[in-house]
């Protein structure tokens, strides 16, 4: 497996960042006078500088000595600076936007990276489809990993959507520079029968020393979760109980706690850190689907951030499920996840522990994101027309197309009445 995900790879960029951490080099960039979130260490360092070059993190503490008469300075007048924020579970395609303005849209909440499922797009264009998304995304500076999907179609036998990937596709895509694991697992069943098709799309991303992502959405924490956490699958989005994340986390998985515009979990899920107290680093923020109403109205990452400290979570923990420990559960964490020396300079500056105003979000060094707008501009992508003419009803569209037989609505009748009752 091969990616890359940093403007500079370290072992390129190395020499000059030793050179400019003991101040015979100018840094490129110097954010001065911040308050460090460390998420290393869960703590806050007031009065820190960060010094970047090669689009990394050369040097944090007092950076007067990485000043040349070159380098751009940034003050932070005492703002908090955190790790930029990352989405372990997201699936674009729900924002109902090209990838490229869904990345101008989540940058400028503080958003540098997602972990990206694209399910939606594969299910109906195959691979083919998932390229041209990542082409769009790519002209922006988000990094979009991709998680090759796994249940194409979700259910065989059943779905005509148009496409599907076996093994054999995943296997390939693996030496996709933008793969870094596999989709959602939904074939739980599958996996504790033992079946091939899921058992060996698990085993094509193990080899590749991928991460397989999990959905394991049954109220069984027990026999089945233990046979599909053996499995290999490392973390799961579907906790919807306390009870389910903490058996998760107690099982090595990362649980994913999700907030989005569809599954809003955190309010059960918090329970989970706040009633226990367990050891949090396995636990995680995502966000499955943001739509269009959500990304403008209360944002991304940030706005699970909110809900999480208003939920009772520790803010300095919630930055850490939404940094350190999404990164390490994709085994990236030598690369991103925290300010430190040799990591991908990838920045946020917000005002407070509570809000989580961005004001600043840095890509590789660079800035990509100024009070709450995207610093770059990306016209329409042309997708091709075999992904935006996909529509096929088969038969002649009329009038009688839209009737509802009676036998229908007495059965939705039926039902809106037993859901009123339950209410």
Known sequence: MINQFCKTALWKCSKTLIAVAQGYEPAETVIRNAKLVNV?????????DVAVACGRIAYVGNASHCIGSSTKIIDAAGAYLSPGFLDGHIHVESSMMGAAQYARAVIAHGTVG?????????????????KEMVEDVRRTPLKAMVTTPSCVPAVPGFEDTGSSIDADDVAETMAWDCVVGLGEMMNFPGVLAGADQPLEEIAATLKADGCVTGHY??????RGLNAYISSGVRCCHESTRPEDALAKIRLGMYAQFREGSAWRDLSRL?????????DTRLCCLVSDDTHPN??????????????AVEEGIDPLVALQMATINTATCFHMDHELGSIAPGKCADLVLFDNLTDFNVSLTMIDGNVAALD???????????????MTNT?????????????????????????????ACAS
């Open 40 to 48: 290393n260490t869960r703590e806050i360092q007031e009065g820190t």
């Open 270 to 278: 918090a329970h989970a850190i706040k009633e226990t107290g367990p």
């Open 372 to 386: 709450g707008t995207a610093t770059f501009d990306t016209s329409a992508y042309d997708y091709p027309a075999w």
């Open 114 to 130: 997602i972990y990206w499922d694209p399910h939606e797009v594969a299910n109906v264009a195959g691979l083919q489809g998932v």
């Open 217 to 222: 959405s049954v109220p069984e924490t027990d």
């Open 294 to 307: 959500t990304l403008a109205s209360v944002g991304h990452i940030d706005h699970i951030l909110r809900r």
């Open 391 to 419: 529509v096929r009803i088969g038969h002649e569209i009329t009038p009688q197309s839209f009737a509802i037989p009676p036998w229908m609505r007495t059965a939705m009748r039926s039902k809106a009445i037993r859901h």
